[in-house]
């Protein structure tokens, strides 16, 4: 059992930066992933990171910005968000893939293990 808890969220200026960290009971060998879910929407991908870090991809209207990253050891993911917009309001979670090593996403039916979110919230 993985279990996920992110930080780091807030309510910003757009333009400003933050930066989401998910922290995980324990290393993991896990595709890791952040989505995000806004008022009225459904849940959607954001990036992922393969196991070793090796790997990434992001959602096209966050490339260019958004920046996913973890740990040597695995056990921690980064997701650092520049240049936010009010487009970016949501709750942002982490995701953990179902198997060790494998490349999963960016169906959210890849994961298995998921964060209690944290609250993005961008002004203009």
């Known amino acids: 059992q993985v279990q996920l808890v992110e930080t780091g969220g807030g309510s910003v200026q757009a333009g400003d930066s933050l930066r989401l960290s998910c922290a995980s009971s324990g290393p993991t060998l896990y595709t890791m992933a952040w989505f995000r879910q806004a008022p009225g929407k459904e849940r959607e991908f954001v990036a992922r990171?393969?196991?070793?870090?090796?790997?990434?991809s992001y959602t096209d209207s966050v490339k260019g910005r958004f920046t996913i990253s973890r740990t040597n050891t695995g056990n921690t993911v980064y997701l650092q968000m520049n240049n936010l917009k009010p487009k970016d309001t949501a709750v942002y979670y982490c995701?953990?893939?179902?198997?060790?090593?494998?490349?999963?996403?960016?169906?959210?039916?890849?994961?298995?293990?998921w964060g209690q979110g944290t609250q993005v919230t961008v002004s203009s």
């Open positions: 990171i393969s196991f070793n870090g090796g790997t990434t």
């Open positions: 995701a953990a893939g179902h198997a060790p090593y494998l490349w999963a996403g960016p169906s959210q039916r890849d994961f298995t293990f």
